[in-house]
Every structure is written in structure tokens, then in C-alpha cells.
């Protein structure tokens, strides 16, 4: 209890997302240490101002006593870098946060793949639809979804996950006994009765103000191994939280909007600066494959989706099949290319029931058609199949995920 003590002086002290508790921990040690020095002790290390040092010696430890008795009136979790439910990504970010005020269930967050969504208040219904199905995808996967807690893209995101019964954990720019935001009682709640966590940085009665969610971003970010950008204009607190991200070595996706639309355009500038673009949900998943193989099975993930959505995509049945003219030197090498693509196939290929069996989609079973041990590409299969360029990448990459096709060189792809 002594230690949990002086921690919590520390942020105190320092404040909520300062640079100098790196700086105190590795110099200095701990806490104690730094409660214990002198004002020359603490001007001979150097790391602290005049100004800072003066705040130092006239913060007690009387705060911190408040702090505890509040936890337990209201029934939160005090958890420092000694704990052992401390979240580990946290450990390798600047600004490592002295104290987390916890309320729900840390165990077992350290071995999870989290993934963070965010995106902006001002959301439209493209922007909550696609919060809302990305966390459902990511949660009935098995991912633990992360999000801010605010209004639009966030409240989206933490809904979707909850839709499927997933775990999903809310890191909140003030103190847990704020109401923020306003009527998110019943979000909260059924964020815990679902096994997820609220976690802030902030003491009992420190309200959301506006420089607190920066220094809320970086944990966003810090939590997870990486960071969707659902919806954001150029101007945007999603944009901070990505930026944390790239600094923290996470990774940054982006989801794609039209043009015009100034709401998307911050997304889509990340997008050109080089964040992956999410075509759907396996766009992220298929980044995390090699590094969480207990976690994401690739011969199962699909049917867990699909199982989870209860949504069965037909084959499409009687629509135009555009042709395309394949270059040869006469008609007869042209059937004779044709045939040995069509003895391959029937020699590699699945039948339309072991793909289902698979959990194959629609989609992917009707790229599937189309595909052989000669290597094809994007144009070919989108102009045979009548799908669109969108819905043909996401069939593939269906298809990569249950290890039934082969990536080549030059986007061209062929059955394993």
C-alpha cells in the first residue's frame, strides 16, 4: 500500500502525462526516492526546473490518501508499473502513466490482441456504420476492441464490439466518477458486464478538459498493437492519437472516404502519408497472422466472423460477366490455353462443398471460380466476376486467410 502511496504522489507532482516521470525512474529510481530528496538534492539532478521543484516539495502525500479512500468508494482499481495486470504496451511508451484508476477487469489484457479505433465526434452514418461493423468484425475475431468513450466514432466502435458479446475497453480523458461523456451511464455498464475495462489517468473529480485528451491519446495509442482512423477531417483528435502511434512504432490504418467529403479527409491524407488502407476487416486482421498465432487462426477467423454476423453472403446468381480478351497468336492456342487452365483447375481445385464447409464466402467462392495454378491478376478476376474492384480484393484476401490462393509479385494471384 506504501508504494501504491507514492505513485500516486508522483502524478501528483509531475502531472498527468509528464515527460519527467521517464526521466525520475531511471535516475532517480522510484517514487519514495523522489519524495525523499531534498530541493538540492532534486536542483543537483538536474531534471527539474526551480518552478518544478517548488511544486515537488509542496504537493504531500495527503492527496494521495484521498485518492485511495475515493478508489474505494467508488469501487475502482488503483494499478501502477509494479502491478502485474499493468498493460504492457504502456512500459515501452514516453510519458509511461505513474497510475491507472481501473474500473472492471485488467486479467489477462496482456496476452490479447488489442486493436484501438477511433475518429471523430462530428460523425456521419458511413463513418458510425463502418465503427459499428469493424468492431463487431474485430471482436467476434477475438480481438480486445479500444476506443475513447466519446461521442460518434467512439461510442460506435464500443458498441460494436459489445453487439457480439466482445471485449472492449474505454480509456476516458477525466476521473471515473465524472458522468463524461454526458449520459454514457448504460455504455459503461454494459462495457463491464461484458468483461471489459474503463481505465483513466486522471484523479476523482478532474473533468474533461480540452488539453486532457491529448494527453489521453497517447494511450490510446500505447495500449495496442495498432490504431484505425474510422473517420476524421484534416483537423481532428483521431489525427493525435495516430501520430502517438507512429511514434510508438504501432501500427496505423486508415479507413478510405470519398473526395469531397471534409470529413474523410484526414483519413484519406493518412492514407498518402502511408497508413494501410481498410478495405474491410482483414485488411487489419492479416497484419497480426504471424504475431498472435494462438490468438488469430487464419484456417478459423473467417467462420468466426461470418458465424458471429449470422450473415449468409449468397454466390451471385445471373449477373453480366464481362469478357476479356486475352492476347494469343490464333484461335486455336487461345482453346488450347483455356483447356489446360481448366484440366488444372479441376486436378487443384475445391469443390463448392468443401468451400463451404471452409466457411468460404459468396464473394470469395466466386473469385475462387476464376482462379488456377496460372497466375491471374486483379483486372482479370473483377472484369469475369462482375464484382467490383473492392469486393474482389476483399475476396482474396479471404482467400489468403484460409491459405487457399497465393499472393505473387505484380498483385497476381493463383490456387494453392
Known sequence: MADIIYWIWMQHALGAGSIKTDKVLRQIGSPESLYRMTREQLAQSGIFAPGEIEKIKSVSLDGAKESLRLAKKYACAIVTPEDSNYPSGFRNIECMPCVLYVKGDLTGLNEE???????????????????????????????????????????ACHEGALAVHGRTVGLLACGLDIDY????????????????ALISEFAFG??????????????????????????????????????????????????????????????????????????????????????????????????????????????????????????????????????????SAAAEKLSEQELQSRGVSGWAAAVY????????????????????????????????????VNSLPGKRYTIR
Open 113 to 155: 490482441l488489442l486493436l484501438t479505433l477511433v475518429g471523430t465526434r462530428e460523425s456521419t452514418g458511413y463513418g458510425e456504420n463502418t465503427a459499428r461493423r469493424l468492431a463487431f468484425d474485430l471482436a467476434a475475431a477475438g480481438c480486445v476492441v479500444v476506443s475513447g468513450l466519446a461521442a460518434g466514432i467512439d461510442y
Open 181 to 196: 461523456p454526458a449520459a454514457s451511464h448504460d455504455l459503461k455498464r454494459r462495457i463491464l458486464d461484458s468483461g471489459g
Open 206 to 343: 478532474e473533468r474533461a478538459v480540452r488539453y486532457h485528451f491529448n494527453i489521453r491519446n497517447r494511450l490510446l495509442s500505447g495500449i495496442s498493437s495498432g490504431v484505425v482512423v474510422v473517420q476524421a477531417p484534416e483537423r481532428s483528435g483521431a489525427l493525435n492519437t495516430a501520430r502517438h502511434a507512429l511514434e510508438q512504432n504501432r501500427d496505423v490504418f486508415a479507413v478510405p472516404g470519398e473526395i469531397f467529403d471534409v470529413s474523410m479527409a484526414g483519413c484519406n491524407r493518412l492514407i498518402r502519408d502511408g497508413g494501410k488502407i481498410v478495405m474491410n476487416v482483414y485488411s487489419i486482421l492479416e497484419e497480426y497472422i504471424n504475431r498472435f498465432p494462438d490468438k488469430m487462426d487464419p484456417k478459423t477467423i473467417v467462420a468466426k466472423i461470418r458465424g458471429a454476423s449470422g450473415i449468409k453472403i449468397v454466390s451471385p446468381a445471373n449477373i453480366p460477366r464481362k469478357i476479356k480478351h486475352v492476347s494469343c497468336h490464333s484461335e486455336s492456342r487461345k482453346l488450347s490455353m483455356l483447356a489446360q487452365e481448366s484440366e
Open 369 to 404: 471460380e476464376y482462379l488456377s495454378t496460372e497466375p491471374v491478376d486483379c483486372d482479370y478476376l473483377f472484369a469475369q466476376t462482375g464484382l467490383t474492384a473492392m469486393e474482389t480484393m476483399a475476396a482474396l484476401t479471404e482467400l489468403e486467410l484460409l491459405e487457399l
